[in-house]
């Protein structure tokens, strides 16, 4: 099944924050992965760290379903060890008292325009005046905030919980725990604003706009994603798309551009 449907029997196409971050990174990519399934094989490595990211993330929402945990955990110590830790850091930094609402694997969606965003929190937490979101990192903590920050999650995730709630974005927050056995779990947590709602709203409609555009092109007038300019001379598949025969796995370069579409491509698989 296509990960985007835009087939007419559908009159919303589904947007997650992963086809958010490849639309705005590189149409192109956006169009080989999303409408003609093109995405290259995932190597064994990070099979193993999706693998090992799924069995966590369904460890967590068993234990916020208050399913006992002690059979899996038993058999391995260093898991038990890091879960322990993570849960006593959630715990300590988290309004989690038995006024708050929580719930794990939280659906949002919300529907704009010809889309539907959507959004699946980890761990939502609410009380009376304040709602966290909480997601959970299977890897080391990133040195830079700042590119967390500007990553559709998290401007998609809050956004989301503004616009369906009664909640205003001052009194939202979304928190990232990072979890690596051996190491102590770390966090990062980003608070919401009006301004950043507003700002977030401006560049939503303008990423929806431009790919409306697109589809049109696309749809009627068999015309490609474009590229962008500012990208063009250092994009090591910029010259692959006007090859007959694409293999990406055969470009070579390590520049963070590179790095960045793999990224999105290997969490959006
Ligand atoms: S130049 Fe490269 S990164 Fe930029 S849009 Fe084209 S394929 Fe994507």
């Known amino acids: 099944m296509n990960n985007i449907d835009n087939s007419p029997n559908h009159s919303l196409i589904r947007l997650s924050q992963a ?6 990174l590189c149409p192109p990519q956006f169009q080989r992965i999303y409408l003609e399934q093109l995405g290259s094989p995932i190597s064994p490595e990070v099979q193993e760290n999706l693998l090992w990211g799924n069995q ?4 967590m929402q068993q234990y916020f379903l208050e399913l006992p945990l002690d059979s899996i955990l038993e058999v391995n110590q260093d898991l038990k060890n890091t879960v322990n830790s993570l849960l006593k850091a959630v715990n300590e930094k988290h309004n989690l008292n038995f006024h ?3 719930e794990a694997e939280h659906y949002r969606s919300l529907e704009k325009d010809n889309y539907l965003l959507s959004a699946i929190y980890d761990l939502l937490i609410v009380n009376k005046n304040q709602a966290e979101i909480l997601d959970w990192k299977t890897y080391l903590q990133p040195q830079n905030k700042k590119k967390l920050e ?5 401007r998609l995730y809050l956004y989301l919980l503004a616009e369906t709630s ?6 939202i927050s979304m928190t990232y725990w990072f979890v690596k056995i051996p190491y102590e779990p770390q966090y990062l947590r980003f608070e919401y604003n009006q301004q950043l709602h507003e700002q977030t709203t401006l560049e939503l409609e303008y990423l929806l706009s431009n790919l409306d555009n697109y589809l049109l092109d696309y749809n009627q007038n068999n015309i490609d994603f474009p590229h ?11 010259q692959s798309f006007f090859s ?10 390590n520049s963070d551009l590179l790095s960045m579409i793999d990224e999105i491509e290997e969490i959006s698989i």
């Open 19 to 24: 086809q958010l971050n490849l639309l705005e």
């Open 228 to 238: 962008y300019k500012t990208c063009e001379t250092n994009c090591p598949y910029y």
């Open 56 to 59: 966590f993330h369904q460890l």
């Open 166 to 171: 009664n909640y205003l974005p001052e009194q």
């Open 150 to 154: 500007n990553d559709w999650q998290t």
């Open 244 to 253: 007959e025969t694409v293999d990406f796995n055969e470009v070579e370069d």
């Open 100 to 102: 708050s609402w929580k």
